[in-house]
């Protein structure tokens, strides 16, 4: 059990010390998962005060708080894993945004999430999906900095497509639509699935049908690729080295996909 009076605390005394740490300029609460969890629910009490922002990662829904006093604004990066039906953009709370990654797990495949399932645990995760929300939560953190820093206002809320049932909306690859989505997918590489079921865990991803492409084919493939790469870096969903990652990685084993380069690349260790 979280003793969420701790945190409080800590916040306070960060907030009022300049002995350790110096004058504290500016105070973030971030967390992922279970700690995103914790510094959401944290946010109404007094997160909303005592941090110049929260950024909470893969964390349940929680309702938007409209008339608090002192303010300060919450950005919530989700997956599709973790998409609520009722997190939509609320115009009456401009301190608040919400992101969706259509078609991302809760746990991307990356080099620090590899080697911690082991044991009682799936033994790997690798090769589970190319879809990695990282790199989009790099730029959101960058972008928030800047709103609390410069008073520049991030991206808009992206959420995913409803129909009027309050059910997502897919395309003819059953891949998600709205969000942020990732090229791969708006270039329709494979269906991208959010959430499977690895030894009793729906954590982890999954993809299928990945498209082939012939040599021919690659030039235009690339092309294509790199626009919808820069539409993100240009919207403020991506920074220039995580741009620049995507491309690589897309063009890194012609004539292969982004998500065929994937597969090879955890294949080859």
């Given at each position: ?130 879809m990695n929300w990282s790199p989009f939560a790099r730029a959101l953190f960058e972008a928030g900095d800047k709103w609390v820093r410069r008073g520049k206002q991030p991206p808009q809320s992206a959420t995913l497509k409803l129909n009027s ?105």
């Amino acid at each position: 059990m979280v003793d969420l009076n701790i945190i409080r605390q800590f916040a306070i005394e960060l907030r009022e010390s300049e002995g350790f740490f110096g004058k504290v300029q500016h105070l973030l609460s971030l967390g992922f998962s279970d700690s995103g969890q914790t510094i959401h629910s944290i946010y109404k009490p007094f997160g909303h005060k005592f941090f110049d922002l929260t950024i909470a990662g893969t964390a349940p829904f929680i309702e938007p708080v409209n008339g608090l006093r002192n303010q300060n604004p919450i950005m919530v990066l989700n997956t599709e894993a973790d998409f609520n039906a009722r997190a939509v953009a609320n115009p009456n709370f401009p301190a608040y945004r919400y992101y969706t990654l259509s078609c991302c797990p809760h746990i991307p495949d990356t080099r620090l999430t590899r080697p911690i399932f082991t044991g009682p645990f799936p033994p790997s995760i690798a090769g589970t999906t190319p879809m990695n929300w990282s790199p989009f939560a790099r730029a959101l953190f960058e972008a928030g900095d800047k709103w609390v820093r410069r008073g520049k206002q991030p991206p808009q809320s992206a959420t995913l497509k409803l129909n009027s049932r309050g059910e997502i909306v897919r395309d003819d690859m059953q891949n998600a639509l709205g969000g942020i989505r990732h090229p791969a997918v708006q270039l329709r590489e494979a269906q991208f699935i959010a959430s499977v079921d690895r030894n009793g865990w729906r954590l982890f991803g999954d993809y299928r049908n990945p498209r082939q492409i012939t040599d021919s084919e690659f030039p235009e493939y690339l092309r294509s690729f790199r626009r919808e790469t820069y539409e993100l870096f240009e919207a403020g969903y991506l920074t220039a080295d995580g741009r620049d990652h995507l491309i690589g990685k897309a063009q890194s084993r012609p004539p292969n996909t982004f998500t065929l380069s994937y597969r090879g690349l955890v294949v080859l260790g």
